[in-house]
Antibody, heavy 122, light 109 residues
Framework: QLQLQESGSGLVKPSQTLSLTCAVSGGSISSGGYSWSWIRQPPGKGLEWIGYIYHSGSTYYNPSLESRVTISMDRSNNQFSLKLSSVTAADTAVYYC??????????????WGQGILVTVSS | SSELTQDPAVSVALGQTVRITCQGDSLRSYYASWYQQKPGQAPVLVVY???NRPSGIPDRFSGSSSGNTASLTITGAQAEDEADYHCNSRDSSGHQLEVFGGGTKVTVL
């Protein structure tokens, strides 16, 4: 059974870079047909797609975050990562990683990691 | 870009049927996927594609689509179905982007 687990710093100072890693077990991130995603949820609010990386290494980002976001893949450790630069309080959220299946008719995310709360504060 | 609109909250009597809707231009071209989220937990996929359920999701959950509106129906709602429900779809701009609705809080009375 595929499982994802987020890790990283739960507290980041304003203007610094948020860094998170998602460890994948029970399957390989190099498998074709899937992409590996980051999604966030500010406290009390809805979900926001951040971006994803395909097994090929191609990346797609939310235009509202694109200038600050980098998603990368570490095949040797079967994990992928998120970096978000120049953070502000508005970036405070629970960050989830998830596997995405993208087909001609749409996309879905399954499974999800448990999420990690990242607070931006000095 | 595209937006998906959901009603903030709906309620349903125990054992009755509730329909949760998601509206957006992108839904004319793409199917929605639906996620259940209980307090303090990660979202869980309940319906995707035309009307598909992952293994382990009860068959009281079903999906449908018409025009710019996608719907998630819970037939015979149970107490454990009380949760937030989020829809997701591909952006309709032609770029490979994903969007989520604002979520609907379902209360089972």
């Amino acid at each position: 059974q595929l499982q994802l687990q987020e890790s990283g710093s739960g507290l980041v100072k304003p203007s610094q870079t948020l860094s998170l890693t998602c460890a994948v077990s029970g399957g390989s991130i190099s498998s074709g047909g899937y992409s590996w995603s980051w999604i966030r949820q500010p406290p009390g609010k809805g979900l926001e797609w951040i971006g994803y990386i395909y097994h090929s290494g191609s990346t797609y980002y939310n235009p509202s975050l694109e200038s600050r976001v980098t998603i990368s893949m570490d095949r040797s450790n079967n994990q992928f990562s998120l970096k978000l630069s120049s953070v502000t309080a508005a970036d405070t959220a629970v960050y989830y990683c998830a596997r995405a299946t993208t087909v001609v008719t749409g996309c879905w995310f399954d499974p999800w990691g448990q999420g990690i709360l990242v607070t931006v504060s000095s | 870009s595209s937006e998906l609109t959901q009603d903030p909250a709906v309620s349903v009597a125990l054992g009755q049927t509730v329909r949760i809707t998601c509206q957006g231009d992108s839904l004319r071209s793409y199917y929605a996927s639906w996620y259940q989220q209980k307090p303090g937990q990660a979202p869980v996929l309940v319906v995707y594609g035309k009307n598909n359920r992952p293994s382990g999701i009860p068959d009281r959950f079903s999906g449908s689509s018409s025009g710019n509106t996608a719907s998630l129906t819970i037939t015979g709602a149970q107490a454990e179905d009380e949760a937030d429900y989020h829809c997701n779809s591909r952006d309709s701009s032609g770029h490979q982007l994903e969007v989520f609705g604002g979520g609907t809080k379902v209360t089972v009375l």
